[in-house]
């Protein structure tokens, strides 16, 4: 739960879209760290699940 309250893409701080003249870059900016914090986040929930599995099945 750390990672995805720990880290937090902050699109607020950012020019309203009729000032930006480049929204690939935009775009750039904001998907490279969401999708690395998804990434961690996915990793972390099927770690999770694999030991509910695991304490499930040592029972």
């Given at each position: 739960?750390?990672?995805?309250?720990?880290?937090?893409v902050?699109?607020?701080?950012?020019?309203?879209?009729?000032?930006?003249?480049?929204?690939?870059?935009?775009?750039?900016?904001?998907?490279?760290?969401?999708?690395?914090w998804?990434?961690?986040?996915?990793?972390?929930?099927?770690?999770?699940?694999?030991?509910?599995?695991g304490?499930l099945?040592?029972?």
């Open positions: 739960m750390a990672a995805p309250a720990g880290v937090r902050d699109l607020g701080s950012r020019r309203a879209v009729d000032e930006i003249d480049d929204l690939a870059g935009v775009r750039r900016w904001f998907e490279t760290p969401w999708v690395r998804n990434l961690v986040r996915t990793a972390s929930s099927v770690a999770a699940f694999a030991c509910l599995i304490a099945l040592a029972r």
